[in-house]
C-alpha cells in the first residue's frame, strides 16, 4: 500500500531542499505518491492568494504533507 502525501516545493531554495528530502524518504523504500501542489508568492501573483483551496484540500484528504521554505507576502 502506498502512503498519499502531498508535496510542497515552496520557492526560493525550496524547491532544491524538498528534492534533496524527497530523496531520503525515497531511499527507505516506503512506498510514496507525491501528489504536488504549489503555493507561495509565485501563486499569490497568479491566484490571489499564497495558499489556494486546492493546495488546503490535498493536505486535507492526504492527512500529510512535505512543505519547503515558501516566502510569506507581507500583510497575509
Do not use: C, F
Not at 17 to 43: M, N, P, Q, R, Y
Not at 46 to 52: A, D, R, S, V, Y
Amino acid at each position: 500500500m502506498a502512503y498519499r502525501i502531498t508535496l510542497i516545493p515552496g520557492d526560493g531554495t525550496g524547491p532544491e531542499l524538498t528534492a534533496a528530502t524527497k530523496k531520503v524518504i525515497e531511499a527507505t523504500v516506503v512506498e510514496i505518491e507525491w501528489e504536488i501542489e504549489h503555493a507561495g508568492v509565485d501563486v499569490m501573483a497568479e491566484q490571489g492568494t499564497p495558499l489556494p483551496d486546492p493546495v488546503l484540500a490535498s493536505i486535507r484528504r492526504n492527512k500529510v504533507a512535505l512543505k519547503g521554505p515558501i516566502t510569506t507576502p507581507i500583510g497575509t
